[in-house]
C-alpha cells in the first residue's frame, strides 16, 4: 500500500456523518491491512462517546479507482449478495476516480480454518446458495470481462515465450498448451457459458482463502466472502473452481478430496453429483480462464524480476522466486488439462 494512501480527515468525516457527536474529538486510527495485490485496505477504529462508557468502533476502509467497484457494492448491498459478504456501511466519492468503500469488519472465527474440510464444503455449499439466487439477482455494471482475460492471457503467454525453460521446469513442456489455450480461449469461454443446467448467473470471480473468513455468528461458524471487485456475470464453475485450485495449492486434503468436493456443490444446487465428461471439460475450461485472468502471468512476472536481481539489478528475493516457479508450475497444470479437455 502507498503510504498516505488514506485521508484521515476524509475517514475522520465519514464517522462523524455515521455518528455525529458522539464522536467528538477521538483520536481516529487507521491502521492498513495486508489485501490483494492491488487493494489499499485499512481497519479504522475510533471511541465512541456516550453512556456509561466509551465504545469502540471499528470498520475497514477500502480505496478503490474508477467507478466500477463502488457501484458494484452499491448494487450487491441491496440485492441477495448482502447475506454472503460484509455490510457495506457508505461509499465516499474523494475525486473523479477515487472511492472509498466503508465495509463493516469481519473477525474470523479462526486463522486458518482450512485444515478442516467440513470448512471447505461449507464454503462450497454457501457458494451454491449465492448462485443460485444471485441468478435472480441485481444486475451489475457492464465489463467486458471476455476482452480483458484475453489480454491478460496474451500478455502472460508473452512472458512464459521470453523466460529461458530452465527457470520453471514444467515451463517448456507446458507450452505448446499454453498456446493453444490462449488461442482458443474465447472459444472456450463461450463453450463454458453455454454449459447447462449452470448457465450463468452473478459471480463472486476471485474465490481464494484470502478472500474468505469463517465467522461465527448464533454460535454457528458461517463463511463470509471478502473483496467482490471482481464480480460479474459469469459462469459458476469460475468460482468452483478458482476455491478448489486456490486451496488446494495450501491443503493436501482438498486437493485429495477435489473430486468429492466438486460433486458436492453439484449436490448443494439440486443437481445429480455425477462428474460427467461435459461438466469437468467445463470446469477446466474455468480453470485456465481465471489461471490466464492474472496468476499465471503474476507469478511468471516475479520469476523474471527476480532473474534480473540475479543479474546485478533490483529484483525479487529468492524465496519469492522459489514460490512464483511452484505457483507458476500449478497454473501450468491446469492449462495442460484444459487442453488435454479441448482437443
Known sequence: MKRGAFDPAAVTAFLVARHGAALGDAA??????????????????????????????ALVAKLVHGAREAAVYRRLSTSVARRFSPELLGVQRLGRRRWMLYLEQVVPAHRWPWTDSANTAQVLDRLARFHGEAARGAALPAWDYAAENLAAAQSALSLAERLP?????????????????????????????????????????????????????????????????????????????????????????ARRRHDTLLAGYLAARGLAPALTRP????????????????????????????????????????????????????WLRVIRRADACWR
Open 28 to 57: 481516529v486510527e487507521i491502521r492498513p491491512l495486508a489485501g490483494g495485490l492491488c487493494s489499499e485496505v485499512a481497519l479504522v477504529t475510533a471511541q465512541l462517546r456516550g453512556g456509561a462508557r466509551p465504545r469502540r468502533v
Open 279 to 330: 461438466l469437468r471439460d467445463g470446469y477446466w475450461f474455468a480453470a485456465a480462464s481465471n489461471a490466464l485472468a492474472g496468476a499465471l502471468g503474476y507469478h511468471l512476472s516475479i520469476v523474471s524480476i527476480a532473474r534480473g536481481s540475479r543479474a546485478g539489478q533490483p529484483g525479487a528475493a529468492p524465496d519469492a522466486r522459489a514460490a512464483a516457479a511452484r505457483n507458476a508450475a500449478d
Open 165 to 253: 525453460r530452465g527457470e520453471i521446469p514444467a515451463l517448456a513442456r507446458a507450452m505448446p498448451a499454453l498456446r493453444r489455450v490462449v488461442a482458443a480461449l474465447p472459444a472456450m469461454r463461450r463453450q463454458l457459458l453455454a454449459f447447462q443446467p449452470l448457465g450463468t448467473t452473478v459471480i463472486h470471480g476471485d474465490v481464494h482463502p484470502g478472500n474468505v473468513m469463517i465467522r461465527r455468528r448464533g454460535g454457528v461458524g458461517e463463511p463470509v466472502l471478502l473483496d467482490w471487485a471482481r464480480a460479474r456475470v459469469g459462469s459458476p464453475l469460475e468460482d468452483v473452481s478458482s476455491w478448489l485450485q486456490a486451496l488446494g495449492y495450501w491443503e493436501p486434503e
